[in-house]
């Protein structure tokens, strides 16, 4: 097994694992964090191909994880700011009952 | 495939595994700040300096405050750190979607025919990051700016508290 097969490897258990959490937990927090998870994920593949495979410019790699980690950092900050109003409205954070605007 | 990649794979798979299985939301929350911390470490064995300390300062150190700051804020007593646990139906399926993610993309993985890998990282320095960024990304950068604005201006105005009717005129 060559080292970029066993980060892509690594990758997909570590988004399975925030998948798993997103889809199973039933906390708000929980999810976004399992969707961290999965962003983290996607990095990792970034990181991989950028010193494993060759082709692109050497930069690359790096300044597009960069600017995924600055997009993720604003998404957790509206998810968090929708967990603290949904936490307003119901007083608790249990998804199952977040059905208002259920149509 | 070093022995030091192996040992971040456990850190990272393990404690990602852990924050899946334990009841308190806390121990979840700093689980995944480990497993976090993990991801740091494998950018840094795959020769990513400057990636691994933008990892630490924006996940370990300013999303898992935010994070743990939203966990404090959203309780009212110490028993409701207790999350109750997944259904069991929903768990089986949740953990069903997840094998098949993974073994959809592992198939893949080993599907394909990958070409030799380069013996030394790419060099990049921190000067050469910051060049790039300002020139050949300088419009991406200034909108991520504008997008962090926004972020941060969204995110006050829904977690602010709705004012009454009263307060908006006077």
Redesign the interface.
Known sequence: MSPLQGCLLLSAALFSVGLVIALARSNAILVLLGIELMLNAANLNFIAFWRFHSGAAPATGVIFVLFAIAVAAAEAAVGLALVIALYRHQKNLRLQEATRLRG | ??FT?LIL?VI??GS??A??LRPN?IH??LL?VV??LG?AG??LW???E??AF??VL??VG??SM??L???L??RQSRA?LR??A??TR??V???I???A??GV??AA??ATK?????VT????TVR??GL??MGA?AA?LLL?GV??TA??L???V??A?DRPEKEEKS
């Open positions: 495939m070093t990649f794979a990272i798979l990602a595994l924050a899946a939301l979840c929350a995944l497993s976090w991801v494998f950018y795959a020769g990513a400057f990636v933008a990892q924006v996940y300013a999303l935010v994070v700051f939203a966990v804020l959203t409701e999350v109750d997944p259904e929903r768990a399926w949740a953990v979607a997840g094998v993610v993974s993309i592992g993985v080993f990958w070409d030799p890998a380069p990282a790419p060099e990049v050469g990051l790039e960024l990304h991406a991520l997008l962090l972020a941060l969204g995110a006050v829904l977690a508290p």
